[in-house]
Nanobody, 117 residues
Framework: VQLVESGGGLVHPGGTLSLSCAAS????????MGWYRQAPGKQRELVAT???????NYADSVKGRFTISRDNAKNTVYLQMNSLKPEDTAVYYC????????????WGQGTQVTVSS
């Protein structure tokens, strides 16, 4: 399974960005998909996840600002980020996790998001 993120960049505080993660090598419709982030000097943390059934989960720090969605026909998951803050600055990683087999968890290479004035 290969995951390729896109859409990162530099944005001013209060701005918006939309990230995409395209999967190849397998059909990920049955996988839980998620976005994680890692800021310099910090551990990787969960941002948002979406199950195969469409149930979503968000970190408290992004609730009401970020929206995760998936398009199974395109084998793609998205992260819409609104009202961005400097503390959202991090490398954002896409993850695909098989619901039953723990070892079948895959990561993208990451995309940099920088929020700065």
């Amino acid at each position: 399974v290969q995951l390729v993120e896109s859409g990162g960049g530099l944005v001013h505080p209060g701005g918006t960005l939309s990230l995409s993660c395209a999967a190849s090598g397998t059909i990920v419709s049955m996988y839980a998909m998620g976005w994680y982030r890692q800021a310099p000097g910090k551990q990787r943390e969960l941002v948002a996840t979406v199950t195969s059934g469409g149930s979503t989960n968000y970190a408290d720090s992004v609730k009401g600002r970020f929206t995760i969605s998936r398009d199974n026909a395109k084998n793609t998951v998205y992260l819409q980020m609104n009202s961005l803050k400097p503390e959202d600055t991090a490398v954002y990683y896409c993850n695909a996790a098989h619901p039953l087999i723990a070892t079948m968890s895959y990561w993208g290479q990451g995309t940099q998001v920088t929020v700065s004035s």
